[in-house]
């Protein structure tokens, strides 16, 4: 039985939304076998209150969720990550910081739900199917066999999810 935890990595421009969403997601399904964390390359400074709505909506836990910096988990002392996912498409073009350990990345683009206007409802909507994009993503990756599967092969899945359920 494997007992290693698995640190993974959500990362979005702003931090406020996707990523937040994403990690609390991991934390919440993955208990026991994941920590996941997020983070930003130009973070908002705030979490969309829409995105802290839907998680509280899941009866998943939002204390202590903050927009933060990328920077924070390429520095000294942080955790070494296994896995880091960008969950938007402008992330995923940026440079990113050298993280310590040698994660598997792969590209997991959602649309950005923060950038719809309307109506509540139509924004709470895409809200809702931006984090229902990312927890079929999350359940798939936390179907994979881990401990039994090469590095290649598990590098492979996790891109190939990324391309499944797309919004």
């Given at each position: 039985?494997?007992?290693?935890?698995?640190?993974?990595?959500?990362?979005?421009?702003g931090?406020s939304?996707?990523?937040?969403?994403?990690?609390?997601?991991?934390?919440?399904?993955?208990?026991g076998?994941?920590?996941?964390?997020?983070?930003?390359?130009?973070?908002?400074?705030?979490?969309?209150?829409?995105?802290?709505?839907?998680?509280?909506?899941?009866?998943?836990?939002?204390?202590?969720?903050?927009?933060?910096?990328?920077?924070?988990?390429?520095?000294?002392?942080?955790?070494?990550?296994?896995?880091?996912?960008?969950?938007?498409?402008?992330?995923?073009?940026?440079?990113?910081?050298?993280?310590?350990?040698?994660?598997?990345?792969?590209?997991w683009?959602?649309?950005?739900?923060?950038?719809?206007?309307?109506?509540?409802?139509?924004?709470?909507?895409?809200?809702?199917?931006?984090?229902?994009?990312?927890?079929?993503?999350?359940?798939?990756?936390?179907?994979?066999?881990?401990?039994?599967?090469?590095?290649?092969?598990?590098?492979?899945?996790?891109?190939?999810?990324?391309?499944?359920?797309?919004?």
């Amino acid at each position: 039985m494997d007992t290693k935890v698995y640190n993974a990595l959500f990362i979005c421009t702003g931090n406020s939304a996707r990523s937040i969403m994403a990690e609390g997601l991991l934390n919440h399904f993955g208990r026991g076998r994941f920590r996941a964390y997020s983070a930003g390359s130009h973070p908002a400074g705030a979490v969309n209150p829409l995105a802290l709505a839907l998680l509280h909506k899941w009866h998943i836990p939002t204390d202590g969720f903050r927009s933060k910096s990328w920077n924070e988990f390429a520095a000294a002392g942080a955790p070494e990550m296994d896995f880091v996912f960008t969950v938007c498409d402008k992330a995923a073009g940026e440079v990113c910081p050298l993280w310590p350990g040698q994660p598997m990345t792969a590209h997991w683009g959602v649309a950005d739900p923060a950038t719809v206007e309307g109506p509540d409802e139509v924004r709470a909507r895409a809200f809702l199917d931006a984090a229902t994009v990312l927890k079929r993503r999350i359940e798939l990756m936390l179907a994979l066999p881990l401990q039994s599967l090469a590095r290649m092969s598990l590098q492979r899945e996790i891109e190939r999810i990324g391309k499944s359920g797309a919004a």
